[in-house]
């Protein structure tokens, strides 16, 4: 008989706790398990997930950072955050917390700190069914320095029955082989953008036979080899120079890095459906560098997010890309 994930009533699985913290988790799943699993639809993070990191780092809500901050997931303020500031001691003393209007708003920058953050990139690849394949990855991503982080989330899932909110349920309850549906979700950010960078045949560009051309965003490239410099591969396409680094907003010629993307088109105003931010994964990135890797062209980016070309950008730091 395939079991439900929901048939066994979650007061059952609760029995072990005290009725004062019975009613306090209690209260918070009830309370925040609707945003968890519209977040999950959105973003595709496990509802499970999200509730199970919730009632871990928040106490059940009842953290002063989440009852002062409204911050249930302890997202620090990186340079980029412009909101209201909450302070308290952690990795180093008095660090600088985000103080959210309200929990939705801590809930939708938890969902987006995974799904946009390069090191998280390889969970959405999973089943949005596979809790457990989600809180392993997630200490294997160094989401938290706990050795026992994974096994807190799966005993936390387990013991509240939390997989209920990543189905949809069917609609009859009695029929022992009703399966539930998992929640649709959007595709995973390295598939669309996979998608998006995809090698073609094009008689349209003259490159030789030891290029290949590509398309990211809709821009058709090549990437640099050793020896390479703007000006060539500009006469090598019937461009002029001045063409070739108004594509690649530059301003200047010089060599071209081996792999480098070069665009032999304009880029897009802004990116692909689905890569709707990237934030920062390490100090040293640049407007630059995020313009060429999506194809978005650099003034685009530097309208849509209010920055400079020359801005500096730090680890964690959020860039819109649409």
């Known amino acids: 008989m395939k079991r439900l994930a929901f048939a066994i009533p979650l007061a059952a ?11 306090d988790y209690e209260k918070y799943i009830e309370q925040y398990s609707p945003t968890a699993v519209s ?26 950072m989440a009852t002062v901050a409204n911050n249930h997931f302890g997202i620090k303020c990186h340079n980029d955050w412009r909101g209201r500031r909450y302070y308290q001691d952690d990795d180093a003393k008095n660090e600088c917390f985000r103080h959210y ?20 990139r390889f969970l959405f690849d999973l089943k949005p069914t596979d809790y457990k394949g989600w809180a392993r990855g997630l200490k294997k991503a160094g989401y938290a320095t706990d050795p026992k ?3 807190k989330l799966i005993a936390t899932i387990e013991k509240y ?41 094009s008689e349209e560009f003259s490159v030789g036979l030891s290029r290949k051309l590509f398309k990211t965003n809709g821009a058709v490239y090549i990437t640099g080899a050793e020896g390479d410099t703007y000006g060539s591969l500009a006469r090598a396409n019937d461009l002029f120079t001045s063409e070739i680094l108004k594509f690649n907003d ?24 689905g890569l709707d931010k990237y934030i920062v994964e390490a100090n040293g990135e640049s407007l630059h560098d995020i313009s060429q890797r999506f194809g978005v062209k650099l003034a685009a980016l530097v309208k849509i997010n209010g920055l400079q070309k020359s801005s500096t950008l730090g680890e964690g730091d959020t860039v819109l890309l649409r």
């Open 13 to 23: 699985a609760l029995l072990s706790l005290s009725g004062a913290e019975l009613s």
């Open 39 to 64: 977040e999950m639809r959105r973003t595709g993070v496990p509802a499970s997930i999200t509730l199970a990191q919730g009632l871990i780092e928040s106490g059940a809500g009842r953290s002063r």
């Open 101 to 120: 209007k309200n929990a939705s708003e801590s809930f939708k920058d938890h969902s987006d700190f995974l799904r946009y953050r390069d090191r998280y």
């Open 149 to 151: 982080y994974a096994d």
């Open 161 to 201: 029955d939390l997989t209920r909110f990543d189905t949809n349920r069917p609609k009859d309850l009695s029929s022992p082989d009703t399966e539930p549906e998992p929640i649709a979700v959007p595709p995973s950010p390295s598939r669309i953008e996979s998608e998006d960078n995809v090698e073609f045949d």
């Open 250 to 273: 530059l301003d200047s010629d010089g060599a071209v890095p081996a792999g480098a993307k070069v665009y032999l088109q304009p880029k897009k105003q802004k990116a692909a459906k």
